[in-house]
């Protein structure tokens, strides 16, 4: 029952973090980018969360994730109004590069074939 319960808290910050980061963030360097939440993963005490994030497009990758983190403490207040939970989670955020892997491993398929 508890696992039920952390899944859709999990889907429902998914969801949430990515409105916030591509409506409510004001920053030059995140506006008018594709930032993609790819998965969160939420400890079981609800303490912790890790958000695996896609930038498409964009090569500065690591300057994005690094103002995601330094804007953490905004999207926990704007969460904290938005979801009814008891606490915020820590949010990390993690450069995820599944997707690139992927369009990689298929170019070399093409090429075999």
Not at 4 to 29: G, H, M
Not at 49 to 55: C, D
Request: glycine share 0%; hydrophobic share 40%; proline share 2%.
């Amino acid at each position: 029952m508890k696992l039920l319960r952390l899944k859709k808290i999990e889907k429902l910050f998914k969801k949430e973090i990515s409105i916030i980061i591509n409506y409510d963030i004001d920053n030059p360097i995140i506006k008018n980018k594709i930032i993609i939440i790819s998965q969160v993963h939420i400890s079981l005490n609800l303490n912790n969360a890790k958000i695996f994030v896609t930038v498409l497009n964009d090569n500065n990758y690591k300057n994005i994730i690094y103002m995601l983190q330094k804007s953490n403490l905004y999207i926990r207040n704007i969460l904290k109004k938005r979801i009814k939970i008891r606490n915020i989670p820590k949010l990390n955020f993690i450069y995820d590069d599944s997707s690139k892997k992927g369009n990689r491993i298929l170019k070399l398929l093409k090429k075999i074939n």
